[in-house]
């Protein structure tokens, strides 16, 4: 009988190794043959504890992600870039989590979900509360430029109370096999046209369930692709099995195929990249008492599912059951086990669609352009003109000395431009600088009152027909440059009353107004417009005039005008005299510019005080809007250009608003010299307006050239082939015929550079202070209001 062994279980291996593994696998088989009948239930009753926890946790994860959970919903740029879908998930495949967050907390999925009803398709995804939504944003607007997003608390796609059909689908063959995504056309046009003509209350919902792979998964499906690299189709239980059976090892007939090759490619191709685990699930939906529901439910279902089968190659999606379609309707969209979908893959199925005619699709309509990072933000120095509306939602400014070249602000109304007008207008009044506001419409003044300071009201002018204290006066007949006085009048009456005025009428105009103020100048008598009906009409009133001339010149015109007989003298004063009667007989009118001396200085208001003039057309009538208007915009030039007599250093920034700019720039002056000068005298001036045609064509060219900072809101596509010029290449003719409400493309100047074009959304104005504009006009009144004591006679 031999001894023990030597060397333990290694010397037993290298002496007799057939009798080694009997003598290891002795000892265990013993215990199993005297302990099973407790061991079994023992083992069964652990691995149904160990999966009801596993299950356990994995429900208490899901409904952890439906904390916070958001929709966020994408409109559509005009034009869709075809590889979009590719770049988002790309990008979004940084959010898979390090291994040992996964552990703790799970790996969160987001769904991308096509949704119909009769107002046609939403495409939105689902993002769980532990996912940034600015992340998630951002990286939409990246992979879509020009695309919107809104952001809302996750609902349920619709209510209850519904009988529903659902589905899902899966691949068909292994997953290391790819689907088509060579498509030459958007394959999402099957799916969309299956979808339309939805009937009332119908609903349809594709939902695509994505987290990142991990690498346990990726392994497993490496695994499947070197196996079909050598030659096996069989599946993995077989393989198992023959190694128990010890059955030889058979090539496949795979092996031989030449379009085996094909599939290696593909697979090696498809595991290259980052990958998604992803289920697909489809949910129809109609009311139970609709009639015909099932038919139709069915019906609308399985078109769904057909139009994936443009995705058909190597592998496919076949149409399983959807038990629990609650999972897919409810706010927490449980993910289970899904399918490895590579990228492109996953964007082929989950993506915008291109096509630009796609059926319902709401599209956000002009692109979102980041402002440039040299625009500045609002602050000191800076006006504010609202916040970016793509990338970080920063405010967007324009600088006062870059406001000096002045802003061309076109919009039609209600799209936000008189929001944005007020917001420049209390900037200055907050900042000490110098503002003037002409409203032919009235509510832009009537805002500004209800928001302006209370500490501003010993520095404002309030000029408004529905006042109901006395106004104040701006005598347009005072000037220390008669010359200048004279031009202007005569030139404002010669644009408005074009149609009317001729070479007589425009001499007879000038020597009146040049005969009043040499009266005044000589005797320091005050004249008003309302003294040129008498100056005409009246023998006795000329008589104590004319005498006080030493103009030859206009000596000479006296004595042709007294030489003309009564009816002669009619017919050549005619013209003149029924545009000031119909002026003058508006009392308002009268009581602003005819009443007597001047109650304010346009010089006093510049230097940091503000004068609101609402002249609403309704109220005064559009002769009496525009004449009024002009008179003020020629006042506030003659103040400006006074400033030459002050110190470039020492002059304060002023603004001169005007709305329906083209109403009122009537001076006798060229517009780009005089935005040339007006820059030199530290005023800026704000013209805006609703649409090119309102313009003359030099007034058109003269803004287009010379006002250098741009605002469009939503324009014409008239006028938006005109405008691209300004906002090219960053933004084209479609674009700016298309923003939104409160939208507007932005081309400004930054350090006295013109930088590229963007677009920016207005910001609300603050809430009206209760009882502010009656104080404000009360104050204004009892500061700078006329008098109507002294009576004048205005022939008739």
Sequence with gaps: MSGPSQGGPIGTFLTDPGILWPSLLAPGGQFLSDSWPWLAPVTVLGCV???GLRMRVHRRRQRSLAV??????????PTVPAKGGEVLWAQLSGLLRPWYRRLVHGQPHIGFEYAWNTGGLTVRLWLPGSIPTALVRRAIEASWPGAHTTVTDAEPPFSSGYLTTSGRLRLARVEALPLRTDHKDDPLRALLQAATGMAEDEHALV????????????????RMARRLKAGHTAPRLTSVFRVFAHAPQRTSPAATDPSHGVEVRQSVGKLTGPQWDVQIRYVVALPAKAEGAEARLR??????????SLY???????RHRLREPHLALSTRRFLHRGDLLSVPELAALAHLPVDPDAPGLARAGARSIAPPPAIPTPGAGVKPLGTADTGARRGV????????????????????KSTLVAQLVLDDVREGRGAVVIDPKGDLVTDLLHRLPPDCAEKLVVIDPDDTHTPPCLNVLDGADIDVVVDNITGIFRRIFSAFWGPRTDDIMRAACLTLLRHAQATNRLVTLADIPRLLGESAYRIRMIPTIKDPVLKGFWLWYESLSEPSRAAVVGPIMNKLRAFLLRSFARQTIASGESTFDLADVLDGGILLARLPKGALGEETTRLLGSFIVAKTWQATTARARTAERDRIDASLYVDEAHNFLTLPYPLEDMLAEARGYRLSMVLAHQHLAQLPRDLREGISANARNKVFFNASPEDAGALERHTLPTLGA??????GPYQAAAHLLAHGAESAAFTLTTRPLAPPVPGRSAALRAAAAARVGGTTSRSRYLPL
């Design 312 to 318: 058909a190659a190597r592998n496919w999606l076949a």
């Design 397 to 416: 400014g324009l600088a006062v000395p870059d406001a000096r070249h002045h802003l061309h602000l076109m919009g039609a109304t209600g799209s936000g």
């Design 207 to 222: 939902q695509f369930l994505a987290r990142p792979a991990t690498g346990a998964r990726l392994r497993r499906a490496k």
């Design 299 to 308: 019906g609308r279902a399985h078109a769904i599912a057909s139009s994936f």
């Design 49 to 51: 504890v160990v999966l």
């Design 68 to 77: 916070g959970a958001r929709l966020v919903t994408i409109l559509a740029p």
């Design 734 to 739: 479609h674009d700016l015929a298309h923003l």
